[in-house]
């Protein structure tokens, strides 16, 4: 089996949540015998991890042949199934918050008509930047026409295509090489913007999964917004549940003298709204009222991080409370490994990840009900993210009573032994073979 896959990220070339997914994805693919040709924007000549075949979109020489298939495909693409406008738009959800307002700032001095191209030894290409950042519509259309180019120098069976960015990309290759796609969720537009959806995102969306042969969903909350939302057929989408890669984890981080009396409570992700941050400082306010031998940390960027260092001076909790800014690499695991609770607190969770990496430590978790972890993980403490009395309460809880915290770890430890990235493997590989048989 081989699998042309279009992603945004994959480590060290962005390592959010998508591209720690796809890098344990693709691992357990190779593991079982398929051959993985993956397509970012622009890799930085580096980070090839060997058990796949890494390629760079931005560059690519599109050359007179491909360009009248690409032209004839995309002009309808575009034209009929997605409502193309480039805008200025900081959807940067990885950036420091310095970074964060550097780019803001920039905005007026930018245009999306600065489109870089090139023609190079008799071919036409578009230079990619990569990542997120104020003209993210223009590189996403950009990278459709790279890699469907890509699609048609590759020998492959199937088009594996993660998230919006790339479902342009997976439906202009499809169209061009006539082989079947598979389109991955891992998060709506309305998880991460509630009612507020950017509209354009939102038509992209739902042109991939509508186009495609079959849907990926990372939980059922997934599937169920995806069907409700966007109208895909219910039997049209498999539930396939991310997992955790189990590197050989470092438990034995010594703590801080200082620090050897108190507990530690951790939220670690984007400070956004999907993510639920609000709330996990006003439980942490409940909970200070009650012990005072605890410190809360809230390690992440994000648009809402300044709006939250206002208000933990106003609640008067800043002795308490602290926020650790972006952490990368050792960083996150040692936070980890520090910490005697991890709180997910998300309005809107498509599966999540960090509960997992959190329990690699042996660290208790409390979870949003709102989360497609949550149904996996039938031994977690769950709360509604709104109900932050119960959060306080379950947080108190755990800190005060060692015997629980042995015990959530130890129900939630046999539970990891069946998340598996291997057995996301063998779901992904019967739904190619499904996908190929219709073809």
Known sequence: MRILMFGWEFPPHISGGLGTACFGMTQALAQKGAEVIFVLPKTNNGGDPGFLKLRSASGTGIGYEAAQK???????????????????????????PEAYIKAIRQFSSISHL????????????????????????????????????????????????HDWMTYPAGLLASAVTGKPLVCHIHATEYDRSGE?????????????????????????????????RYGVPREKVTVVYNAVTRPEVETNYVIPPRLRHEKRVLFLGRVTYQKGPEYFMEAARLVLQKMQNVRFYMAGS???????????????????????????????????????????????????????????????????????????????????????????????????????SREIVRNCREEMKTIRWENAAEQLLTIYQSVLGGK
């Open 114 to 161: 600065e489109a870089r191209d090139s023609l190079k030894n008799g071919t036409f290409t578009y230079t990619l930047k990569g990542g997120y950042g104020p003209d993210l519509l223009a590189e996403v259309y950009r990278y459709s026409r790279l890699a469907a180019t890509i699609a048609l120098e590759e020998d492959f069976d199937v088009i594996h295509a």
């Open 302 to 404: 994000g648009d809402m991080l300044p709006g939250l260092i206002r208000r933990a001076s106003q609640l008067r909790i800043g002795r308490r409370f602290h926020f650790a800014g972006f952490l990368r690499g050792e960083e996150v695991n040692r936070m980890f490994a520090l910490s005697d609770l991890y709180v997910m607190p998300s309005v809107s969770e498509p599966f999540g990840i960090t509960p997992l990496e959190a329990m690699l430590y042996d660290v208790p978790v409390l979870l949003s009900r709102q989360s497609g972890v949550s149904e996996i993980l039938h031994h977690a403490l769950k709360a509604d993210f709104w109900d932050t009395r119960d959060m306080a309460d379950k947080i108190c809880a755990v800190l005060q009573h060692p015997a629980l």
């Open 196 to 228: 507020n959806i950017n509209t354009q995102v939102a038509s992209i969306e739902r042109a991939g999964l509508l186009g495609a042969d079959r849907v990926v969903a990372v939980s059922r909350l997934t599937r169920d917004v995806v069907v409700s």
């Open 70 to 96: 690409i032209q004839l495909s995309g002009n309808t693409l575009w034209n009929d199934s997605i409502r193309y406008i480039p805008i200025m738009s900081p959807l940067t959800p990885y950036l420091t």
